[in-house]
Nanobody, 123 residues
Framework: QVQLVESGGGLVQAGGSLRLSCAASGRTFSINAMGWYRQAPGKQRDLVATITIGGRTNYADSVKGRFTISRDNAKNTVVLQMDSLKPEDTDVYYC?????????????????WGQGTQVTVSS
């Protein structure tokens, strides 16, 4: 099992910045990709940004050029720096980690999620 604890959400005016952090504990040796997703009430959870253990990043088109994801593999942390925030960025943000497990029967992935942190951007 992997446990994820997020911090850093809050209220900010449009154009401002916030920094989200996520710390992983438990079976962290299994983690490959980590990332951030966001979800509004009644809607599906959408990808914001991901980063692999090798540092390869992927961003949603809506946040490219404004958000930056980074990772410290030694500390098992992932950070999302959010700049030039817009009201449409308002959501609950969830940290995600993907664990990879292999045995004699094959390999499989397992998703882990944090508890979520609210980000509210006022206009």
């Amino acid at each position: 099992q992997v446990q994820l604890v997020e911090s850093g959400g809050g209220l900010v005016q449009a154009g401002g910045s916030l920094r989200l952090s996520c710390a992983a504990s438990g079976r962290t040796f299994s983690i490959n990709a980590m990332g951030w997703y966001r979800q509004a009430p009644g809607k599906q959870r959408d990808l914001v940004a991901t980063i692999t253990i090798g540092g390869r990043t992927n961003y949603a088109d809506s946040v490219k050029g404004r958000f930056t994801i980074s990772r410290d593999n030694a500390k098992n942390t992932v950070v999302l720096q959010m700049d030039s925030l817009k009201p449409e960025d308002t959501d609950v943000y969830y940290c995600n980690a993907v664990g990879n497990y292999c045995s004699g029967y094959g390999c499989y992935e397992e998703d882990y999620w944090g508890q979520g942190t609210q980000v509210t951007v006022s206009s």
